[in-house]
């Protein structure tokens, strides 16, 4: 069974590096979508393929924090002709790219929770919550490489 546990985090990582390439060859073209309707569409799926109302609002707001740290006088020559808004669209377009095609109703081991160091102040956290937290830095990281200076 633990072997499974890995092998489900482990697939999720490799999915996340694969779709690396794609994000970073996407990330030259400013987000048709601003923040805001990129955070709506990103609330919808999640809640429509099995995460509750507390999970989405954790998740979420976490992600506020995360793409609002992003700096507009950071942004690099391509991706300032977009804007910070649209920067900031990027990383959730790209994590919806990468998250799903995620089934509705899936449950069992999605649902499972696992004991961590601690991950955006919680401890405690479900593979579902697992598999975004992992897939989001991914696609911060791609933002920050390919958006952002330094």
């Known amino acids: 069974m633990e072997r499974k546990r890995i092998g489900v985090v482990l697939m999720g990582l490799a999915l996340a590096l694969a779709c690396m390439s794609s994000a970073a060859y996407s990330a030259a073209k400013c987000s048709p979508r601003s923040y805001s309707q990129a955070r ?4 919808s799926r999640l809640l ?39 920067a900031r669209a990027y990383v959730l377009a790209c994590l919806d790219k990468q998250l799903f ?20 102040g919680r401890k405690r956290l479900t593979v579902r ?22």
Not at 53 to 58: E, I, L
Not at 73 to 86: H, P, Q
Not at 129 to 150: D, T, V
């Open 40 to 43: 709506s569409a990103m609330t």
């Open 48 to 86: 429509a393929t099995g995460y509750s109302k507390p999970q989405v609002g954790f998740l979420m707001r976490n992600s506020d924090r995360m793409t609002s740290a992003l700096r507009a006088d950071r942004l690099n020559d391509k991706a300032e002709a977009c804007g910070i808004d649209s």
């Open 101 to 120: 095609p995620l089934g509705a109703g899936s449950s069992s081991p999605l649902d499972e929770t696992k004991q961590t160091k601690g991950f955006w």
């Open 129 to 150: 919550e697992l598999l975004y937290i992992g897939h989001f830095h991914a696609c911060l990281g791609a933002a920050q490489k390919f958006l952002f200076r330094g």
